[in-house]
């Protein structure tokens, strides 16, 4: 048995190592590749892709994880051992279950579908994304058949990204906050905008600013980079290795400063990951709502904290001078954390970014089942736009078609997002029940105790726990979305009191 | 036959999408990577690597060219077809006459060996690189054995770099020349020293000036991108993403500039490859040696002539303003062109470089064929180093310990670099026979019928021809070494006249 994790552990780590390389030339691609290096690019990538897939799918290397992963054999082995088997096992068995003619299929169709939808979003244009959003329906559909489940088919494609997540569970948590999310928003809908003095923030001094405010927070510069690129982002390469990204406006610093410190939550999650463990389970990350958990605690529990706004204002001052920042910490805080109803999700503010997703998990639930139809789209979601946000959207690129995902094949993904908001506060309150004075430091630019005290319950624990089981481990209680709503009720408070 | 030969054309062409990502994980360690991740790159590398290695010496891999490159059935392919697998053949057999140990204790010893050369070379210290360079020679006189060779075993290691090369035929390239440079270090030995007044040169501004003369000669920066390293290189990607990088001293441009120029002349020859040929020799640079011609053409030939100073002079003017460029253009050619004997190759000028190559040759050759042992290596080379440069090397860290090549196992590769300087100028006689008025072109920043007449006759052609067949091509002779010494005397008469 030792001999066999051994060689799983090996297969592991040299497939890792391959996705190193995958990892960079996505990065290379998004930062550095010039106007007429993508198509070769492409060819690049998809052959790397391809020897990984070949990998995965080796029938020895699936038939190395079944072995292991049989009792009582499997009950014998070290603790270690057996998340590595458990986790692989439940990567392998899934790939397993999708023909490669299918798998090729998708490949080639959300390849072609991201084309399509680019030209529908900028003419506007549903029914030229209709036909092939309906064909990645339909290859959902089918997927979820192939992977198999238990309760609902959507419940197939949400454990992808978030293991053993279900329908049952979301609904729970999503249906009874939206609710609730709706009469905040409607609370909100007379205030006031609110808007800080116009400046002008230049560019290579919001960088420095940038990169202070990263070190401070934890990240290890020396093991990572900080780039520009249009979608900010954050990569592994491999450990010693991991880089963010940023974009930037010269009106308002906390386009790039927001984005930095989000992806930087991300990156403190990679880089606290146990190197030693490359390549193999216990040194990845739980799951996509556990990652978002970790960079919505740095934006939103750290960076718009009344703490944090004293800190950044201190720093504003600093590569800006006084001239440049004329507001006060105040001010600047309440500015951070304004709620305004709005129609794209990327831009929306904390509270309405919750019914962004809400609306979506809904609609990917009810198109899985097979009780809404594509071509219903555009009208089922102006009426839950309206519903949820009191707005009426004019045109579908503001509306259905704002987002990429469905044309990458990504359905299931977006609750990930709210579970990651979700997870932040309920993992958050717990820290600060163990260290009250947390925010008080952070005035000071002081987060060493939050970061160690994230390291040590989650980053440590690499894939050892499920992520529900690990929100239940670290705070006692089963993932639960009332402490979001207590975050997100004091915002509103903030800007109607 | 068809059918076979597509199935290779395919393999190839997989294997250079491979070879596509491990350039990016070199490119991106020189310029990009943070102190922290060298280890796991450097086990990223080495996975991707394998993976090309296996495919290369794949039995069925080999048994496919062995079949394609076998007459009669050779002789019924296409031209095109011939090339691609002569030329695979070439490359694959050379890999199969080498047992996978042997690969695996040279790849072993030459990563152990760089450290050792790198802190012996810091402390000066010869005897500690002894016992392993001693053990890379004993291997590459292996090599040479296992490779096979008619005349010297050392053709055996040459013909890596550059296909067919043998020592003869070096010995009469080499050998009078370096007689005939000896005389010319000579006579400009009692030259007082040449230097233009000091002044800074900011770097921002030193970036322009280097992307404007690197469009203007023709280098596609949409397809392409100019860094910073510490040692600048030029690495293809993939078509369409050709990267060069320079380095910067703020008190003289010509760092700068000059590596820039350089790395252009290499990235043109391979931004002139058919990319059509991706993967396959039809695609490919034909060797080191014409490599090297085409960086010393732009570098040398153009870049150090009277009318580029002209030219160079005015963007000095427009990019440092009038005070920070206080000489003439024809100042500036003089110093672009003194010649002063120095311990340093990658600093010596274009008379004395080839010496500094000419002596590394005749060691290279007695080291191999036996005659020269490793430890008699430093007072070998410090009295060619008085016979042909005149000077006392007093430590061997400016001497035998300067160059990394051999801890690379690179034995075999110095020579091209002068024989990149003795095509350059075969060649650019030829182009200046057939387009008299060139140079004056330069002075107005016309470089394209330059490149025009390169991209027809040498960079189209990929490795249809092999090194010196293709100098006999195209400038009716067999490389000869009469039109460089012509081109360096009268360097040596511009100092002296």
């Not at 992963?69 to 082995?77: E, F, Q, S, V």
């Not at 049952?168 to 906050?177: A, G, I, R, S």
């Not at 249009?230 to 790039?256: A, C, K, L």
Request: aromatic share 10%; hydrophobic share 40%; net charge positive.
């Amino acid at each position: 048995m030792d001999k066999k994790l051994k060689e799983l552990r090996i297969r592991l780590t040299e497939a890792a190592k391959l996705n190193s390389a995958l990892a960079l030339l996505n990065w290379d691609e998004e930062v550095n590749l010039g106007p007429k290096g993508h198509a070769f690019r492409g060819q690049a990538n998809a052959a790397l892709a391809a020897e990984l897939h070949k990998r995965m799918t080796d029938p020895k290397f699936v038939i190395l994880i079944a072995g292991l992963a049989r009792k009582p054999g499997y009950n014998r082995l070290s603790a270690d051992g057996q998340v590595v088997v458990r986790e692989s096992w439940r990567d392998v068995s899934r790939l397993q279950k999708l023909p490669v003619d299918f798998v090729r299929e998708m490949a080639a169709l959300s390849s072609k579908a991201f084309g399509v939808w680019a030209q529908a979003r900028q003419k506007s244009d549903f029914d030229h994304y209709l036909p092939v959003l309906s064909k990645i329906i339909q290859l959902k559909r089918r997927e979820a058949e192939l992977v198999g489940y238990k309760g609902h088919p959507y419940d197939a494609l949400l454990d992808e990204f978030e293991p053993d997540l279900t329908c049952e569970q979301l609904d729970k948590l999503f249906l009874p906050l939206a609710g609730e999310l709706t009469k905040l928003v409607a609370a909100v809908k007379d205030s006031p905008p609110l808007a800080l003095p116009k400046s002008t923030y230049p560019l290579p001094a919001q960088t420095a600013l940038n990169r202070e405010i990263a070190a401070s927070l934890g990240y290890d510069l020396q093991a990572g980079r900080i780039d520009a690129s249009p979608h900010p982002f954050m990569v592994t390469i491999h450990p010693g290795d991991n880089r963010i990204t940023t974009r930037y406006d010269e009106q308002d610093f906390w386009v790039s400063t927001g984005a930095a410190i989000h992806e930087v939550g991300h990156a403190l999650y990679e880089q606290g990951l146990p190197a030693r463990h490359f390549g193999t389970p216990l040194g990845e990350a739980v799951s996509l709502g556990i990652h978002e958990s970790q960079s919505r605690t740095w934006e939103n529990f750290v960076g718009r904290s009344p703490e944090f706004s004293e800190y950044l204002h201190t720093l504003l001052v600093k590569y800006f001078d006084k001239k440049t920042i004329r507001y006060t910490p105040g001010k600047l805080h309440k500015w951070l954390n304004r709620i305004q109803p709005s129609f794209i999700r990327v831009e929306a503010d904390e509270v309405t970014y919750n019914l962004h997703i809400i609306l979506r998990y809904e609609i990917e639930k009810l198109l899985i089942e097979g009780s809404l139809q594509p071509k219903e789209l555009p009208g089922f979601w102006n009426q839950k736009v309206k519903q949820y946000l009191g707005l009426t959207v004019k045109d579908d690129a503001q509306g259905v078609l704002q987002d990429v995902h469905w044309a990458h094949g990504a359905i299931g993904y977006f609750p990930t997002y709210s579970l990651g908001n979700l997870y932040a506060a309920q993992l958050y309150n717990a820290a600060l029940l163990s260290m009250p004075r947390l925010p008080a430091g952070y005035a000071h630019g002081r987060f060493k105790p939050l970061l160690g005290w994230l390291r040590t319950n989650i980053h440590q624990t690499g894939r050892r726990y499920r992520p529900a089981e690990l929100v239940e481990k670290v705070t006692g209680q089963p993932p639960d979305s009332s402490h979001l709503l207590e975050h997100l009720k004091a915002k509103v408070n903030l800007q109607t009191g």
